[in-house]
């Protein structure tokens, strides 16, 4: 009796191992899957923009600012016309198509070529008006264990990671923006910093300046309620429900899709 006990215990011991290799094999294989859909998406509808962003010339002239990448919209839509923008950031693994859908949950399963995936993708919040008008709008990306998609917002939490990414750029069909980044720090799914302001008003710079407060590093940039922001959300893992938050500032400049402006 006590041989077949031990059989049975070893028996489901060995289906529990298998099964959790078969686990981790799967994990592996979406990352991988996933890795090599960004990156050719990356390959075929991205390239280095040829003038590099500056801010004046050699004689210290106003030049024109570009993205310091150009994006073929064109083709992004022809494959899903849900595509709104491009987020990327030097020097990290941002580098990802935007989308916006009818709801919050499409996206947050499918990638953007419409197939279900454990990444899914960047996406803006569905409450917000589309082509970034409101005065924040909100971007959620999955913190993916491989360090893709939005994994990496928690980096900002060092003051030395800010110094060295203080910006990130967006880039949209009819304008580009650097994303000025001011305030970075944990917080909660249901927190007031996951409001939508559609327009600026007093109560939006209340907001910004709470939002400015809480941050992990210290920024120059002062947000003054002017103009349009962008709030980057991912999930954390210090509590319940947590999450890592960026917020930023959309300067616009002188390119669209990385193109400059006529």
């Known amino acids: 009796m006590g041989k077949k006990i031990r059989r049975i215990l070893m028996i489901v011991l060995l289906l529990i191992f298998l099964g959790s290799v078969a686990s981790i ?12 859909l960004y990156a050719e998406g990356t390959a075929n509808y ?13 004689a210290g002239e106003e030049e024109k600012v570009l993205a310091p990448i150009v994006v073929d919209f064109a083709g992004l839509s022809a494959v899903n016309e849900d595509v709104t923008g491009w987020i990327y950031c030097e020097g990290t ?66 003051q030395e990671y800010y110094e060295d990414h203080p910006v990130m750029w967006l880039l949209t069909p009819e304008q580009d923006y650097r994303i000025d980044l001011f305030a970075g720090y944990t917080t909660s799914a249901d927190a007031d910093t996951y409001m939508i302001f559609h327009e600026n008003d007093e109560a939006f710079l209340s907001y910004l300046d709470s939002c400015a407060k809480q941050s992990d590093f210290t920024s120059e940039i002062l947000p003054d309620g002017d103009g349009r922001y962008v709030v980057l959300s991912t999930c954390a893992y210090v509590f319940d429900n947590a999450r890592y938050v960026l917020h930023g500032k959309l300067v616009p400049v002188d390119s669209a899709g990385g193109a400059e402006l006529p």
């Open 25 to 36: 094999l799967l994990a592996l294989y979406q990352y991988q899957k996933n890795d090599r």
């Open 46 to 58: 991205t390239r280095i923009q040829t003038a590099a962003p500056a801010e004046t010339g050699p």
């Open 93 to 158: 693994k941002i580098d990802y198509p935007v989308l916006q859908g009818a709801d919050n949950d499409f996206y947050l399963h499918h990638n953007y070529i419409r197939e279900s995936s454990s990444a899914a993708s960047i996406f803006v919040d569905a409450n917000n008006r589309s082509g970034f008008a409101d005065a924040n709008t909100i971007i959620y990306g999955h913190h993916m264990r491989d360090g893709s998609m939005f994994a990496g917002l928690d980096e900002w939490a060092k």
